[in-house]
């Protein structure tokens, strides 16, 4: 038997509206203000970045999901701390929910290094708090492509043998997993089981 055209893809592709884009805009700016990122000392615009690709990425995911008929519960567009934040997909497989982060990374990361940055808080102290499953994508405008998948127990793994690193331009400790662990056969895989 062959593989069906959408398996030899490298990745899957989801546009949204551009009328989604000032909201998102907005939003992030209210977001950065409630939250108090910028008193924090924090860099406010990367953060607002961070959120607008975060929400488009999310955006899209939420579209290839009703696309295909997947039932599915997202978080959506989320103000408050982090604790109270919770997956940013929920999805049944086998009648069974499971939980699916998106990882939305920049064109260096995956052009260049072919990597794909975790937060290290995260790692260390929160891993009740990871998904399931973790999808890498890239924005580009309104088009974001989702180019592959990864498990918890794959992704905890990678972690545990990367270097911390410190970003200075989003002021935070993070590690790196290859861009190759995630697969976008694991992606089609898990999309097909979904109910």
Known sequence: MGETPEKKQSALHQEISSSLLPIFEQQAEQKIMIEG???QGRNAG???DN???SWITE???KQLLIKKGKWFRN???YFGDAAGAGADFIVKIAEKEVSIGLRSIAED??????TVPYPDDRFQY???KIADFHVVCQRQGTLTSFFGMISKEELLAELAKSRRLYSPKNQEYFRVVPLEKFRIELLFSLLEKMG
């Open 51 to 53: 959120f607008i690709r």
């Open 46 to 48: 990367v953060k607002k």
């Open 59 to 61: 955006e899209a995911f």
């Open 75 to 77: 978080r959506g567009l």
């Open 37 to 39: 990122w910028a008193k």
């Open 109 to 114: 990361s995956l052009h260049r290094w072919k």
């Open 126 to 128: 929160e891993k009740e």
